[in-house]
């Protein structure tokens, strides 16, 4: 019968009497992290505020084309044919961003609805969405949001 022995391994376990020295490591880079864009809402303000006049008559639709995303954009002219700016008017009265993710802020608002003859305004919630594309932000998301 034959018996075992023992060996030692060369590429972990040092040989009679050599003496190891740990490998050193290269330093540990820090992540490379882009920097947010700070939701600023007099950023988004004016874009908003835009859709909204363009909502009610007072800014020609054309000039949309340059803020909003296609689905919005679309989204505004089935409502301008649905809903003609007849006597209505959109004020924004707050709004408040935040950054879920790099390249995009969300932001939600109050909406003031006047109507013509009427001194009675009602208030009703904003909902948007813009995303950094093409070195612009873009809204790709646009919803006045009904209470009935």
């Not at 409502?79 to 006597?87: F, N, S």
């Not at 006047?114 to 790709?140: M, P, S, T």
């Amino acid at each position: 019968m034959i018996t075992p022995t023992l060996r030692p391994l060369h590429t972990y376990e040092p040989v009679h009497g050599q003496i190891l020295k740990p490998a050193r490591r290269p330093p540990a880079q820090p992540p490379v992290v882009e920097p947010l864009v700070t939701p600023d809402n007099a950023q988004f303000m004016p874009t908003v505020t835009k859709i909204l006049e363009v909502l009610d008559g007072r800014r020609p639709l054309g000039q949309l084309t340059a803020l909003v995303a296609e689905p919005v954009y679309q989204a505004t002219v089935t409502r301008l044919r649905t809903t003609p700016p007849v006597g209505i008017r959109y004020q924004l009265s707050s709004m408040h961003s935040c950054q879920p993710s790099a390249g995009v802020v969300e932001a939600c608002g109050v909406v003031e609805i006047a109507r013509h003859g009427v001194r009675e305004r009602r208030a009703q919630a904003l909902a948007c969405r813009f995303e950094f594309r093409e070195e612009r932000w873009w809204c790709v998301y646009f919803r006045i949001l009904v209470s009935r």
